[in-house]
């Protein structure tokens, strides 16, 4: 059994705690979906109850029971938190090692766990190479490889793609009958139906509602859209599709012709052409590892490619070229994180820009995002949802022409990934363009302007259906 009793936490630059006397048990060999507003404290229950908190985190912490589990799995958010080793072998040998498997045995058990996962990749791959939806399905098969009595997910189909996302639930339910498993996850409709519980926390981090998950949806839907959770039917509530955009924030074009995008020497695929202009919103869509990220990396001028890009004429050559029209923000918000507070992470652009209405707007944007409660801490302490959010901050407060999002909505409640929809719709009618690389159907379906998918080796521009 998982048991607090009266837990209090907080962290340590902060007034207020994330728990103050929570009380919580999960039962052996029970599924339970932990469901809540990002910044409700879900991550840090995990980490507490599989021990992470406070033997590797430190934070102060108290309570009156406190039962965690020993032979424990967890697979996070972000992937790169739980990697020791350089390459793919040696990260899963690692895992093996610690239990004493032959050395033999370990070659067949790493091939079968990358099998699982549908990850095709050299086993001497180095892994800070590989996407980030390709870490995912790495860590997954590592902790396929521990076999452990409990399991902690959180949300670990967050970087996949459609296709991955399902069939890395449906191994993960094949496997997990003889386990305990506390889920957190925004894709709840493939885990809905296979849970015993649903427990559902606000944005104090104390548990308002819990039961089966036919039980909550029926009787507290209102509370679950009310606070921003997912739920099957929480897309009812997203903003409608836009269809007038005004080309007002400035007149330029962006193009790339004879191109072909690459990852080292190798070739990924080919962009026969692909032109922006003011006031569109581009979605870009395809498989893990096909090479999403770094298109957005090659139109920055960060790495290699082949072809010619251009904007308004001249060809793009240097980084601060790129930079100077372009903002690009990563699927990882730590990477491009500079300041040592939420509040100073936005500040420094404005200042920049407007230092007569810097503070102004810098409070504006903190309360448009719901990061005001959290301005004074630094940037690493805030959940996922909220590093998202803080990252898409920093770009919304530039003037860049285009903005590039790497998966920009993942780790987010509904409130704040409608909330950036409508940021972004309005950002797009002044004249802005949005290119965005997402996974998420809903997305696709109802918002671009223009939709890229990679095929075949090839970027394919997709017919975009009319929006209701």
């Known amino acids: 059994m998982l048991k607090a009793k009266n837990l209090r936490l907080k962290y340590p630059s902060t007034t207020h705690k994330i728990f103050d006397g929570l009380d919580i048990e999960i039962h052996d060999k029970e599924k339970v979906l932990l469901l809540g507003p990002s910044g409700s404290g879900k991550s840090t229950l995990l980490n507490v109850l599989s021990g992470i908190v406070p033997d590797l985190i430190d934070l102060p912490m108290k309570y009156d029971a406190l039962e965690v589990a020993h032979n424990v799995g967890v697979i996070f958010q972000d992937p790169d938190s739980q990697f020791c080793m350089p390459q793919v072998n040696e990260e899963l040998a690692f895992i093996l090692e610690n239990q004493q498997i032959p050395r033999e045995e370990m070659d067949s058990l790493i091939a079968e766990a990358l099998h699982k996962v549908n990850l095709d990749v050299n086993p001497q791959q180095a892994i800070n190479q590989l996407s980030g939806g390709m870490k995912q399905k790495l860590a997954i098969a590592g902790t396929l490889l521990m076999q452990t009595d409990t399991l902690f997910l ?25 386990q305990t498993v506390l889920i ?161 992470e936005i500040y420094v652009n404005y200042e920049y820009m407007d230092p007569d209405h810097a ?30 959010r803080l990252s898409v901050a920093t770009a919304l407060s530039t003037n860049a022409d285009i903005i590039l999002l790497d998966e920009p909505t993942f780790g987010l409640d509904s409130h704040n990934t409608f909330k950036l929809i409508q940021l972004f719709q309005k950002r797009v009618a002044k004249g802005q363009t949005i290119v965005m690389i997402t996974h998420d159907p809903h997305m696709i379906e109802r918002y671009p302007t223009r939709l890229f998918e990679i095929l075949d080796d090839v970027l394919h521009e997709v017919e975009v259906l009319e929006h209701d």
């Open 154 to 178: 959180d949300e670990p189909t967050a970087m996949l793609d459609i296709e991955a996302t399902q069939n890395l639930w449906d191994l993960l339910k094949d496997l997990w009958a003889d």
């Open 184 to 344: 957190v996850e925004h894709k709840v409709a493939h885990v809905w139906d296979y849970v015993d519980r649903v427990i559902l926390m606000n944005h104090q981090g104390q548990i308002i509602q819990q039961g089966t998950p036919d039980m909550i949806l029926a009787h507290y839907e209102d509370t679950l859209t009310e606070y921003g959770v997912w739920h099957p039917n929480a897309w009812r509530s997203a903003p409608t599709s836009m269809h007038e955009v005004s080309a007002a924030h400035s007149d330029f074009q962006f193009d790339y012709h004879n191109g072909v995008i690459q990852r080292g020497k190798r070739q990924l695929y080919r962009v026969s052409s692909l032109e922006i202009h003011p006031g569109e919103w581009l979605m870009i869509t395809g498989k893990n590892g096909t090479g999403k990220t770094t298109l957005l990396e090659s139109m920055m001028q960060l790495i290699p490619y082949q072809g010619t890009m251009h904007w308004n004429g001249q060809k793009l050559k240097k980084v601060r070229d790129a930079a100077s029209h372009m903002y690009l923000v990563y699927q990882n918000p730590e990477l491009q994180f500079i300041q040592n507070s939420v509040y100073d």
């Open 359 to 388: 503070t102004e707007k810098t409070r504006a944007m903190l309360e448009l995002l719901d990061l005001t409660h959290v301005a004074k801490q630094h940037p690493f302490e805030l959940s996922m949802g909220q590093k998202r």
